[in-house]
């Protein structure tokens, strides 16, 4: 049972840009780094963006990281059919059941 | 480049014990400031941490396996483990090696090893 929620689907034509929310509390995203991943169909999850907004080398600007409060929020803008994939959001959850945690994941399609 | 790899049984009966190893080449596991991660995905489900040791061979564990779990490292071999006792049909996912860095983010990542628990 995840302690973040993302929204199950999102959809888009290619070119549009789509928005992904993770909820949570002050015991995870409230008070620590969120980190978002990319899982293309049949592989391993990929670091998208880190500590809330940063991007590692080789991912290119059009993703994009927010955090306000208890909320994330991942964006891809310019949306390429090579987008199609699950995305996770992740954190550190700091109460009495302390751990690393994931969102619920969402399943990004293109028109 | 970094690169961790997932090795162990497929199959596992029901009680016995999950034995899974992560090598890791490209790199040093004692490298200050990371921590080495087991997360797993049950078919067709979202992701779940499983624990994490450090090179000095401290471990954190998810509360909700911590009595199940055991996570080794062998810096001579650079690579870390993970036991999982008393198994069942429930612990039959996709199982990921993965670094966790400085912030927390899980940055490099094995291609996972399907275990299937199942007489």
């Known amino acids: 049972q995840s302690v973040l929620t993302q929204p199950p689907s999102v959809s888009a034509a290619p070119g549009q840009k789509v928005t992904i929310s993770c909820s949570g509390s002050?015991?995870?995203?409230?008070?620590?780094?969120v980190s978002w991943y990319q899982q293309l169909p049949g592989t391993a999850p990929k670091l998208l963006i880190y500590?809330?907004?940063k991007r590692p080398s080789g991912i290119p600007d059009r993703f994009s990281g927010s955090k306000s409060g208890t909320s994330a929020t991942l964006g891809i803008t310019g949306l390429q059919t090579g987008d199609e994939a699950d995305y996770y959001c992740?954190?550190?959850?700091?109460?009495?059941?302390?751990?690393?945690?994931f969102g619920t994941g969402t399943k990004v399609t293109v028109l | 480049q970094l690169q961790l790899q997932e090795s162990g049984s497929g199959l596992v009966k029901p009680s016995q014990t999950l034995s899974l190893t992560c090598a890791v080449s490209?790199?040093?596991?004692?490298?200050?400031?990371?921590?080495w991660s087991w997360i797993r995905q049950p078919p067709g489900k979202g992701l779940e941490w499983i624990g994490y040791?450090?090179?000095?061979?401290?471990?954190y564990y998810n509360p909700s396996l911590k009595s199940r779990v055991t996570i080794s490292v062998d810096r001579s071999k650079n690579q870390f483990s993970l036991k999982l006792s008393s198994v069942t049909a429930a612990d039959t996912a996709v199982y990921y090696c993965?670094?966790?860095?400085?912030?927390?983010?899980?940055?490099?990542w094995g291609q996972g090893t399907l275990v299937t628990v199942s007489s």
């Open positions: 993965a670094r966790r860095g400085w912030l927390q983010e899980f940055d490099y």
């Open positions: 490209g790199g040093s596991i004692s490298s200050g400031g990371y921590s």
């Open positions: 040791i450090y090179h000095s061979g401290s471990t």
């Open positions: 002050s015991s995870n995203i409230g008070n620590n780094y």
């Open positions: 500590d809330n907004n």
């Open positions: 992740g954190t550190w959850d700091s109460s009495l059941s302390a751990g690393a945690v």
